[in-house]
């Protein structure tokens, strides 16, 4: 009884590629490549697997079997081949030849114990089935772990324990490069032979579903104490805990965040780099190997540095944490604030509002000032003092051409406006031209403009 690891062989998340032929290899009414164990699971339990099911082989074991998800659709975890699993077998009493229905086994069989004795299936009663669930990936030591990919099977070589004093550093490390390998894992010490096999035959599984994965350096993350992780296995992760940049730290009372980012472990956080036997490059996790020394800092939080972020803050000083300098003009209040923030900080911001829909900017206040855009074509800006529009030149275009006919411009503006409207006449007179405005129509709009005369004014250009 109890728990065992297994070898993932195969991975089943998209069930489409599952052809005819397939199903006929997995059944072994076809022949199937050499690198796969022989599979022994029933033939109801190949045709009803769910998705996410996967092929998988107990340490030791000759053959292979199929499990189904041990957590329900609304938790997946990743996975891939070669990597190693929890598995566990629930035997339950024989259903029909053609299909398995738990609903309808629920109340005429006996759930037996979990157990463990896929080694050798023929002692299980011949009126049971055996259905192997697989539950997560097992931790491994702390030169072997890697979100991205776990070789299980560098256990064999690897330095042993990390924690060591100096002087058996200085010691044991008089290599200076190094290239890991993918050796397969076996717990039992079989002939050179057999583990040159075993290995090839990984690497060809490896190889196989490399079209299914990209294998890449994934920064590692120092956790603090209160904080809960969810981690991805591209280098994206999600952070329930305070509001950090930099090293774990107590950040106070009331400064709980959600921190969402993509794309870390860059500049001052980076880790250590080794190239691997497949050609891609992988955290150098095992450093005392070469002498090299971990990077401490590696994989923290950086504001200025990760790529792509939203941080929802309960409090926070956020443009200190954020600096985003900008000058003020007309009495705009720009100085730094602190509370509750939401930040999204990334290399390109893109606002997209389906067909028939809209985008709305709203700043709630004894003066409200909103942006509108809606899917008629509609901007509005509505503030209650439009302070300045700043630029070294202003440019206006049209996409009908130099023939408009019905261009409508609408000012609606304090004396304030108006004045430093007045103050850019050669603009003005360009953007009259534009519109296709007379002459003594700009000269009039500008003495208009330079008397403060008017609080609306509507003009046409045809």
Same mark, same amino acid.
């Given at each position: 009884m109890g728990i065992r690891r297994a070898e993932v062989i195969e991975i089943y998340n998209d069930l489409s590629l599952l052809t005819s032929d397939k199903i006929d290899q997995l059944l072994g009414r076809s022949e199937e490549d050499s690198f796969f164990p022989r599979l022994s699971s029933? %033939?109801?339990?190949?045709?009803?697997?769910?998705?996410? @099911?996967?092929?998988? *082989?107990? @340490? #030791?074991?000759?053959? %292979?079997?199929?499990?189904?998800?041990f957590f329900p659709s609304h938790l997946r975890f990743p996975l891939k081949v070669g990597e190693f699993v929890w598995v566990f077998l629930e035997s339950?009493? !024989?259903?029909?030849?053609?299909?398995?229905?738990?609903?309808?086994?629920?109340?005429? %069989? !006996?759930? *037996?114990?979990?157990?463990?004795?896929?080694?050798?299936? @023929?002692?299980?009663?011949?009126? @049971?089935?055996?259905?192997?669930?697989?539950?997560? *990936?097992?931790? %491994?030591?702390?030169?072997?772990?890697?979100?991205?990919?776990?070789?299980? #099977?560098?256990?064999?070589?690897a330095s042993g324990f990390s924690m060591e004093s100096a002087a058996d550093i200085r010691e044991n490390s008089t290599r200076t490069s190094r290239t890991p390998t993918f050796p397969y894992y076996s717990e039992n010490s079989d002939t050179l032979e057999k583990v040159s096999k075993d290995d090839e035959r990984l690497r060809q599984r490896m190889e196989t579903f490399s079209g299914f994965f990209d294998m890449e350096p994934v920064a590692r993350y120092t956790k603090a104490p209160g904080e809960t992780v969810l981690a991805g296995s591209h280098d994206s992760r999600i952070v329930l805990g305070q509001v950090r940049s930099g090293r774990p730290t107590p950040g106070g009372a009331d400064t709980g965040s959600v921190d969402i980012v993509a794309g870390t472990g860059r500049g001052g956080t980076s880790p250590n780099l080794v190239t691997n036997t497949l050609g891609s490059q992988e955290v150098d996790k095992d450093p005392l190997l070469t002498g090299i020394t971990d990077v401490e800092s590696e994989g923290d939080p950086s504001f200025s540095e990760d790529q792509s972020r939203i941080l929802v803050a309960e409090n926070m000083a956020v443009d200190e944490e954020f600096t985003a300098a900008i000058s003020a003009t007309g009495g705009t209040d720009t100085a730094d604030k602190s509370g509750p923030a939401v930040v999204t900080r990334t290399q390109h911001v893109r606002v997209l509002a389906a067909s028939d829909g809209s985008v709305r900017v709203v700043v709630e206040g004894p003066t409200q000032s909103s942006i509108v855009i809606d899917s008629a074509g509609n901007l509005q800006i509505d503030a209650g003092t439009a302070v300045s529009v700043r630029s070294p030149s202003v440019l206006f275009t049209s996409t009908a051409g130099s023939g408009v006919t019905a261009t409508d411009v609408i000012i609606e503006s304090s004396l304030g406006f108006q004045t430093s409207l007045a103050n850019s006449l050669t603009e003005i007179i360009a953007v009259l031209t534009v519109l296709g405005l007379p002459t003594a129509n700009s000269l009039a709009l500008i003495r208009l403009l330079q008397g403060k005369q008017f609080s609306s004014l509507i003009t046409r250009s045809d």
């Open positions: 029933r %033939s109801e339990i190949v045709m009803n697997m769910p998705r996410d @099911s996967i092929r998988a *082989r107990m @340490s #030791g074991d000759d053959f %292979s079997i199929i499990c189904y998800p339950i009493e !024989s259903a029909s030849s053609t299909s398995y229905d738990p609903e309808k086994l629920a109340s005429r %069989s !006996s759930i *037996r114990d979990v157990m463990m004795s896929s080694r050798n299936p @023929s002692s299980s009663p011949s009126e @049971s089935i055996e259905i192997g669930y697989w539950m997560c *990936r097992p931790t %491994s030591e702390r030169q072997i772990e890697d979100l991205n990919y776990t070789a299980f #099977g560098r256990v064999k070589y």
